[in-house]
């Protein structure tokens, strides 16, 4: 009986420093893939160039006075 809670201890110490693992390392390895994906990615998501048309004049003006 001894020998199979000393088993489960040590599946569970395991299974639990594998999570702890995966919390401080994957969020880091994931930014670091996506970025990847992003820079390899044959899909262009550029918008098309913004054509102004407004007056010089600005909206709000201070008087010199």
């Known amino acids: 009986m001894a020998v199979?809670?000393?088993?489960?201890?040590?599946?569970?110490?395991?299974?639990?420093?594998?999570?702890?693992?995966?919390?401080?390392?994957?969020?880091?390895?994931?930014?670091?893939?996506?970025?990847?994906?992003?820079?390899?990615s044959h899909i262009s998501n550029t918008c098309p160039p913004y054509l102004c048309d407004c007056s010089s004049q600005p909206l709000l003006t201070i008087p010199k006075g």
Do not use: R, S
């Open 4 to 40: 199979n809670q000393t088993a489960a201890l040590k599946v569970g110490l395991c299974l639990l420093g594998l999570c702890l693992f995966g919390y401080i390392v994957g969020p880091p390895l994931y930014w670091h893939f996506m970025e990847g994906l992003v820079a390899f």
